[in-house]
């Protein structure tokens, strides 16, 4: 006998089950959000293995003097996008929230932020030109090198700003392929252009930056001419955007400027009072942090969205899960650094493998980092930027840091990794406090709104 097919009384029945109508919600959400993920790791995966190997051949090809003079140029880039962007690009997630569905409000607020970073560049470009060659001057650089080296760090400093800016639509709206096919095409390029260079004996400092900035700049024009499918440009005027961009920005941005010298901290101190190989390790254990940079990725484009969008019921669990998931995560790698640093300093080459000493804190410290990190991207996403957290910010690793020069020194690469670990723990006590800070907030003005709704009831009846 055959099944008689459903009446509307038996769709009206099965639409209105709230078990299933739960159930299949759940599924699309977990569908989507695991969708997503495996799109983000597919795409940084292979950008994030390119660029690993990218770095790795640079290691193993260039001298420690040319790779001492090449690293100096990328924290000085580094340092210095941080600096020029001030957190402009960054805002513009958490500010657009739910609304991301109007492309027009998304496309003011993308030249909003490009607009304010153009300008940061304009003022701040003259400022790194004199500091970089004032450090190239007491390492007795030629004047020919410092001039290609500061050309190179300039163009890359203009272009990653247009990326950090057109970036934000395919991360919004997820389009994680378009996103990162061309940075994986470039650094592939990239790539062959280094061992090209190697096989003809051109590689040196100033042409390896001059490759990289290159890189930068073709994907900076990709990705803007890309992300005109996803966002809606209007000719409108964007100041009263730009305002309120600065105003969520200022509190954090003295936190900004601090943590942009913060980030290269170790490898400014050691050439200013160490050697020229202890620079060069220095900036070679970075290329090892580099190899956590997907995690940090991983937050801006999957965690800040999502932490942005969901609803105060859900936060709590979510945020303390996704802290305790990433600790967790992180025992094994620091227990594998410090048992077999060997392994680690493998990657580095014979010229590093005198540093077994200082893995297994290095890795220990970008650990700490990473979660301090995760904590931050998720106070921004829900807008919580205080006073008083960058405050505290700011003074605790001032406090800890000058005590640590006055009595040990940052002198050998020892020190440095020694000094990057004991500010770890102030970034965790920092950003710890700002999430703590912030969900007080929020249950209080829930209080506040509950006794509005209650004192209304009471007038009403």
Not at 193 to 215: C, E, K, Q
Not at 426 to 434: E, K
Not at 446 to 456: A, F, G, I, P, T
Request: hydrophobic fraction near 50%.
């Amino acid at each position: 006998m055959q099944n008689s097919a459903p009446t509307p009384v038996d769709l009206l029945v099965e639409v209105r089950d709230p078990q299933t109508s739960t159930r299949n919600s759940r599924n699309t959400r977990l569908r989507a959000i695991f969708g997503t993920i495996a799109s983000f790791f597919l795409g940084q995966g292979a950008v994030q293995a390119v660029n690993a190997v990218v770095a790795l051949f640079l290691v193993h090809m260039l001298s420690t003097e040319a790779y001492a003079q090449f690293g100096l140029a990328f924290g000085f880039q580094t340092t210095a996008s941080t600096l020029m962007d001030l957190g402009f690009a960054s805002t513009i997630i958490p500010l657009v929230g739910d609304r991301f569905n109007d492309r027009a409000l998304v496309g003011r607020y993308v030249l909003a932020a490009r607009r304010l970073r153009n300008k940061a560049f304009l003022l701040l470009a003259p400022l790194t030109v004199v500091v970089f060659f004032a450090i190239g001057h007491k390492q007795h650089w030629g004047w020919t090198l410092q001039i290609l080296l500061v050309g190179s760090v300039l163009l890359t400093l203009y272009s990653s700003g247009n990326v950090a800016c057109y970036s934000a639509p395919f991360i919004l709206y997820r389009h994680l392929k378009e996103y990162y096919a061309p940075q994986t095409f470039s650094g592939l390029v990239r790539l062959a252009g280094y061992g090209i260079l190697h096989v003809v004996g051109a590689l040196n400092a100033w042409t390896a930056a001059t490759l990289s900035a290159l890189n930068v700049t073709f994907i900076s024009r990709v990705l803007a001419k890309r992300s005109g499918r996803l966002v809606e440009w209007t000719d409108g005027e964007t100041r009263g955007v730009e305002r309120e961009i600065v105003r969520y920005v200022l509190p954090a941005m003295p936190a900004v400027i601090f943590a942009a010298f913060q980030s290269q901290i170790s490898l400014f101190l050691v050439s200013i009072f160490g050697q020229t190989v202890n620079i060069a390790q220095v900036a070679a254990l970075g290329r090892i942090t580099q190899l956590f940079m997907v995690l940090q990725v991983f937050y801006m484009v999957i965690v800040e969205p999502y932490i942005a969008r969901l609803g105060r019921d859900r936060l709590l669990k979510t945020y303390l899960g996704l802290i305790l998931l990433a600790t967790i995560g992180f025992v094994p790698i620091v227990f594998f650094a410090f048992s077999f640093p060997h392994a680690i300093l493998w990657l580095l080459g014979s010229k590093y493998e005198g540093l077994q000493s200082v893995v297994g804190w290095l890795v220990l410290s970008t650990c700490l980092n990473h979660i301090a990190a995760l904590a931050y991207i998720m106070n921004r996403a829900r807008k919580w930027v205080f006073w008083s957290g960058t405050l505290l910010e700011i003074f605790l690793l001032l406090g800890v840091q000058i005590t640590f020069i006055l009595t040990v020194g940052v002198r050998t690469t020892k020190e440095a990794v020694e000094l990057s670990l004991a500010s770890s723990f102030c970034y965790l006590v920092a950003h710890g406090y700002s999430g703590v800070y912030g969900f007080l907030k929020g249950a209080r003005l829930d209080r506040l709104k509950l006794d509005d709704v209650q004192l209304e009831v009471s007038r009403e009846l």
